[in-house]
């Protein structure tokens, strides 16, 4: 766990950094896969799907791309000649309208290293991926075991080809 967590920093970090270089508003991607494998082939899978999706969707926007490493799993940071607002309403559209949105986390940076929030869109917060319920009422009450997770998560993932998977 402390391993993990350590990779969340040193993210954060590279987060900061970009920030810091002013060339454009700084999105974060990665997957949200339960358990404390996250480098698993369907974690990888899933964020090759994500990958290509963003870079597509912002292909015109792009101005640096970054691939990161870590046991938190893999994850893209991008920065965009987009405003913040803009960003995150593309990339909550992404979060809301792909098949396996639900398990994309795509975070939009302020100025002073906050990611942007849903509610300041006036959205509600995210379903659980198992029942469709508030989803962080359901972590804190363990509605769901581990197992019924990951099986529905790598259901989802398994639905898109094998073309993802590398």
């Known amino acids: 766990m402390i391993g993990i967590l350590q990779a969340r920093e040193e993210r954060y970090e590279k987060i900061l950094e970009l920030i810091n270089k002013k060339l454009g508003t700084v999105l974060c991607a990665k997957i949200n896969y339960p358990g404390k494998d996250k480098n698993t082939y369907h974690s990888k899978k899933a964020f090759n799907i994500l990958k290509q999706s963003l870079l597509s969707l912002f292909k015109e926007n792009i101005v640096l791309t970054k691939d990161l490493q870590g046991l938190d799993g893999d994850s893209l940071l991008l920065v965009l000649n987009l405003n913040i607002v803009d960003a995150k309403r593309m990339s909550i559209d992404v979060e809301n309208n792909h098949p396996l949105g639900r398990l994309f986390d795509i975070d939009i940076y302020n100025e002073e290293g ?14 659980c991926i198992v029942c469709g319920k508030n989803a962080r009422e359901c972590i804190l009450n363990n509605n769901h075991s581990i197992y019924e997770i990951l099986n529905k998560v790598n259901v989802m993932i398994d639905s898109f080809g094998d073309e993802y998977a590398r």
Do not use: N
């Open 114 to 127: 906050t990611p942007i929030s849903r509610e300041k869109f006036d959205l509600k917060p995210r379903g």
